[in-house]
Each structure stands twice: as structure tokens, then as C-alpha cells.
């Protein structure tokens, strides 16, 4: 099971707890994939890869919801004229 955070919104400490909340199940993560035969080294790299893939996935998202956005609201104001 995954702690919550301790407190609703922002707070302090609140990256920390999340780190402490996913160190189970990474420290998991990493030791099936060394009992797999990878090398430690490979397992983070891949990992770094993965998160950097995540960031640029969330960014092109983002970009994309923007672009809707602004389509939707030039198409209500030719609606209007």
C-alpha cells in the first residue's frame, strides 16, 4: 500500500513524503529488474530516460490542450459574429 500525503495541498515536507511513499516500490522495481540480469547502471539510466519521456509527454500535452483550447475559443467568437 502507498501512503497518502499527510496533509491536503501544498506543504512543507510534502516532496519528501512523497519520495518515502515510492521508495517501497521502486527499491522493488530495481531488484526484479537486477534479479532479470540488468546491470544497475542500465536500470537507472532507463529509468532517467523514462521520467525524461514522461516530462516531454506532459509538456506536449499540455501544448496540445493550449492549441484546443484556443481553437475552441476562436470558433465560439465566429459563432458570435
Known sequence: MIN???HDGEYADREVDCQE?????????????????WQRGEVMRALRHLVAADNMTQKENARVEADLAIAR????????L
Open 4 to 6: 497518502a500525503p499527510r
Open 21 to 37: 511513499a515510492m521508495e517501497p516500490g521502486f527499491q522493488a522495481i530495481v531488484d526484479c529488474m537486477l534479479e532479470a540480469g
Open 73 to 80: 475559443a476562436m470558433m465560439r467568437a465566429g459563432r458570435a
